[in-house]
C-alpha cells in the first residue's frame, strides 16, 4: 500500500493517532498544505511572527522526520486541488489527516473526499477527548462550559502515544525543497521558538524545572508572557504539543509532587480549550456571524469606524494599556488572556465596533491562533456566544490598576498616546464617530 498524509495542526511525531495509522503501508507521503487565509474583515495575509512560528513548526518536524529516513512535502495552494493529483501522480492507495474544527474545514474536507477517487481516512483531531468519549451527542453539546466541564471532568484522558520508531520511507525519486527563511527573528520579550522540541522543553520547564505550575492559578493573569502564564498555546495550537501530553505532566507533577489548586486550573484551561473546538464544530457558520449564536441580550446596532478600528489595531486609543497590549501582540505575536479580554472588551464596549473586526485582527497575528477559542472568546465578551452573563465589559481604568499598577507594561511597550479629537470629517463634513457616546463609557 502507498499512503499519504495530509499533516494539519498535528506537526508532531508523538502521539499522532493519525500519523501512526499510516505506519505500515509501504511508502508513504507526508505532506503539509500552507493556505493563505481568505481576506476577511478588511484584513488580509498572516502576521509575520505567526508565520514565523508556523515555519519552525514545519522544519522541527522535517529535521525529526529526517532521523527516521522520512521528509515532509510543503506545498501552497488549495488541498482539494493539490492532494487528488498527487494521488494520480504517485499512485496513491489511502489518504488520511486529522479532523480540524471549523466549518470551512470541514466544507473542505468534504470537496476533498469528492475528488478523490480512493479512500479519505479521517483521525481524532488535535484533543483531549475523541468524539467518541463524549457522553452526548454533538448537536447535545452544552452552550454553557460549566455543564460541559461538569458532563466531561472525570473522563478518562488516553495517554499519549509514543513517537513512532520507524516510517516508511517515502515514494522514490520525490524531491523536497528547502522551506523559506522566516520572515522576521522571534521578538526579544518573547524569544520562543516553534517545533514540538521546543514545546516539550517549554513543558518540562514550566512544571518540573521552574516548578511555575504550582503557582499558575495566582500568576496566570500576569501581562508579561514568561512571568507567569505557561505559554504553551503555540504548541498546542499548531500541534506541536498534544493536550493529552500537557494534560499527563500535570498528572504527573501532581503524583511526585503535589497537587493544588494551580496544578487543577492548568487542566481547567485544556477543558475551555477542549470546550471552544467541540462548539466551532457545531457552531458552524454561527461562530462567524455578528449576532453569533444568538444568545445577546445586548445586540446592538453598530457602524464601522475605520479610524476608529485603526487606532484600535495599532495601539494608538485613549487607553494606554489597551495601547501596549496591542503593541505587544504586533511586536511578539502574544497577548496574555487577560489583556485579550481587556483588549476585546474596549473595541466593543468602549470603541463600538463589530466584535469580529478585532477576532479578524487577532487571526492574522497570534502565533498561538485557534479557531474556536479565538472566535469562541470573542462572542463571550460581546454577549453573543456561550456566556450566561450575556457579555462582559471591563472598566478598562480598573483592570489598569488591577493589572499594571506601576504602569510598568504600558511604558514598556508606548502605551501612552497623544489624545486625537473623538471623532473627524469626512469630505463632506459628517461626523466619522464611534456609535458608542462618551457618556456611556463607564463600568459596568
Sequence with gaps: MRELYWLQNDLRLQDNPGLMAHTAASELLLVYIWQEPRPWCNLRGLGKQRQRVTLE???????????????????????????????????????????????????????????????????????LFRRQQLPFALEDLPLQFTP???????????????????????????????????????????????????????????????????????????????????????????GALSPREVAHTVYRFE????????????????????????????????????????????????????????????GDTDFPLVNALQRQLLATGWMSNR?????????????????????????????DYDVGSNYGNWQYIAGVGCDPRGGRRFNQAKQAAEHDPEGLFTTKWGGQRPKQPLYVTDAADWPLMPDTPEADRGPD
Design 57 to 127: 513548526h514545519l522544519q522541527d518536524l522535517r529535521e525529526q522526520l529526517g532521523l527516521l529516513g522520512q521528509d515532509l512535502l510543503v506545498l501552497r495552494g488549495q488541498p482539494e486541488t493539490l492532494l487528488p493529483e498527487l494521488v494520480r501522480q504517485w499512485r496513491i492507495d489511502r489518504v488520511g489527516t486529522s479532523r480540524c474544527a471549523g466549518v470551512y474545514e470541514e466544507q473542505q474536507l468534504e470537496r476533498l473526499r469528492q475528488r478523490l477517487s480512493i479512500p479519505l481516512q479521517v483521525h481524532s483531531g488535535n484533543t
Design 339 to 367: 489583556g485579550r479580554q481587556i483588549s476585546a472588551s474596549c473595541l466593543i464596549h468602549e470603541l463600538g465596533l463589530d466584535w469580529r473586526y478585532g477576532a479578524a485582527f487577532f487571526e492574522k497575528h497570534l502565533i
Design 255 to 314: 503524583a511526585e509532587l503535589g497537587a493544588n489548586a494551580s496544578t487543577h486550573w492548568l487542566v481547567f484551561e485544556l477543558l475551555w480549550r477542549e470546550f471552544f473546538h467541540w462548539r466551532a464544530l457545531q457552531d458552524r457558520h454561527r461562530l462567524f456571524r455578528f449576532e453569533g449564536l444568538g444568545t445577546g441580550r445586548n445586540n446592538r446596532f453598530c457602524t464601522f469606524d475605520p479610524r476608529a478600528f485603526a487606532r484600535w489595531c495599532q
Design 148 to 238: 460541559f466541564r461538569r458532563a466531561v471532568e472525570s473522563l478518562a484522558i488516553d495517554h499519549p502515544l509514543e513517537a513512532p520508531g520507524h516510517l516508511p520511507p517515502p515514494p522514490a525519486g520525490l524531491t523536497f525543497a528547502p522551506l523559506p527563511a522566516a520572515p522576521i527573528a522571534p521578538h526579544t520579550a518573547l524569544p520562543l521558538r516553534g517545533g514540538s522540541r521546543a514545546g516539550q522543553r517549554r513543558l518540562q520547564q514550566f512544571t518540573f524545572g521552574e516548578q511555575a505550575l504550582a503557582h499558575y492559578k495566582e500568576t496566570r493573569n500576569c501581562l508579561d508572557p514568561l512571568t507567569g502564564s505557561s505559554t504553551l498555546s503555540p504548541w498546542l495550537a499548531g
